[in-house]
Nanobody
């Protein structure tokens, strides 16, 4: 079993920056994919970014050039650096992880999910 704990969400003004963290614990071996997703009130959960073991990354068009996904293997932590934040980025952000590889890097089929952290961008 794997536990994921997101942190770093807060209220921030438009144009500001924020870094989210996701610490993995438990049976954390062979987590080949880790990703970030978000869900705004009344909307479906959407893909934000993903990183695989080989280092390949993908981003949603809405965040490309503004967000950066990274990891610190020594700390078992995944990060999402968010710059130039916009009110449209307001959502609960979720960290997710899966053991098996997927051909579809945009998949929302993950084995483990965190509880989410709230990011609110004010105008």
């Amino acid at each position: 079993q794997v536990q994921l704990a997101e942190s770093g969400g807060t209220l921030v003004q438009a144009g500001g920056s924020l870094r989210l963290s996701c610490e993995a614990s438990g049976s954390i071996f062979n987590l080949h994919m880790m990703g970030w997703f978000r869900q705004a009130p009344g909307k479906q959960r959407e893909f934000v970014a993903v990183m695989v073991t080989a280092g390949r990354t993908r981003y949603a068009d809405s965040v490309k050039g503004r967000f950066t996904i990274s990891r610190d293997n020594a700390k078992n932590t995944l990060y999402l650096q968010m710059n130039s934040l916009e009110p449209e980025d307001t959502a609960v952000y979720y960290c997710a992880a899966r053991h098996s590889r997927s051909v579809d890097l945009y998949t929302q089929q993950y084995d483990y999910w965190g509880q989410g952290t709230q990011v609110t961008v004010s105008s």
